[in-house]
């Protein structure tokens, strides 16, 4: 059973924007921190941004901050990723993931800490 999926990746220009949709497929989904990560060839999965249950808490890598937005919308089951001022180096496989514990204040980084993933979706800046 899937369920977490990704969607709006794609190709564009840096400069340029997209927005990531991650739609969920799980019971008690608003009871639960969503994630963002990435990753590129040859290196290891990397957290970029996190959003907690109710959305009023969010973090960001430092290389994201201020270009990329996560929100979500817990009715939908949906959490976005909104990308702008792309750069080749964002050019990666990006997932969403859940924080595996409920309710929690904030989500952390940790791969481990999240338990349910999405298959990813491919993300090309190019120069």
């Known amino acids: 059973q899937v369920h977490l999926v990704e969607s709006g990746g794609g190709l564009v220009q840096a400069g340029g924007s997209l927005r990531l949709s991650c739609a969920a497929a799980?019971?008690?989904?608003?009871?639960?921190?969503m994630g963002w990560f990435r990753r590129t060839p040859g290196k290891e999965r990397e957290f970029v941004a996190a959003?907690?249950?109710?959305?009023?808490?969010?973090d960001y890598t430092d290389s994201v901050k201020g270009r990329f937005t996560i929100s979500r919308d817990n009715a939908k089951k949906t959490v976005d990723l909104q990308m702008n001022s792309l750069k080749p180096e964002d050019t990666a496989v990006y997932y969403c993931?859940?924080?595996?514990?409920?309710?929690?204040?904030?989500?952390?980084?940790?791969?481990?800490?999240?338990?349910?993933w999405g298959q990813g979706i491919q993300v090309t800046v190019s120069s």
């Open positions: 993931a859940r924080y595996y514990l409920a309710e929690a204040e904030a989500a952390g980084r940790g791969l481990n800490e999240y338990d349910y």
């Open positions: 799980l019971r008690s989904f608003a009871h639960y921190s």
């Open positions: 959003i907690n249950w109710d959305g009023s808490r969010t």
